[in-house]
């Protein structure tokens, strides 16, 4: 397992023993993502905070370096929606959010009226 962050201070988020190789740069640039080994990942994950970024380093992961299994973190549902079309696995926390609140209010008792 590889991490990468521009920001070395970001891998202390995880702790200095969580079993990953912990690569700087950015993740839109293809030596980095060799570095971390992309090309031999069973799967990709990508969680930074632009959508389109992720969507973009998803579809390189996928289509360049061969991973079998790419997955973006997307905020934007619609866009979500538009790139699951494409082949890239999509995780929306804001629909997921949504819809997990819709769920909480139907749960609420109604007030006897």
Not at 47 to 66: I, M, R, S, Y
Request: hydrophobic share 45%; aromatic share 8%.
């Amino acid at each position: 397992m590889a991490l990468i962050d521009e920001d070395p201070d970001a891998f202390e988020l995880v702790g200095e023993d969580f079993p990953a190789q912990f690569v700087i740069g950015q993740a839109l640039d293809w030596d980095v993502l060799r570095r971390a080994g992309v090309a031999r990942c069973d799967a990709f994950v990508t969680t930074t905070d632009g959508d389109n970024t992720n969507l973009v380093v998803a579809q390189v992961a996928k289509e360049h370096f061969g991973a079998t299994c790419a997955v973006a973190r997307v905020f934007d549902p619609l866009r979500a929606e538009l790139f699951a079309q494409t082949g890239i696995r999509t995780v929306c926390p804001t629909a997921d959010a949504r819809e997990l609140l819709h769920e909480a209010v139907l749960s609420c008792p109604a007030r006897g009226r």
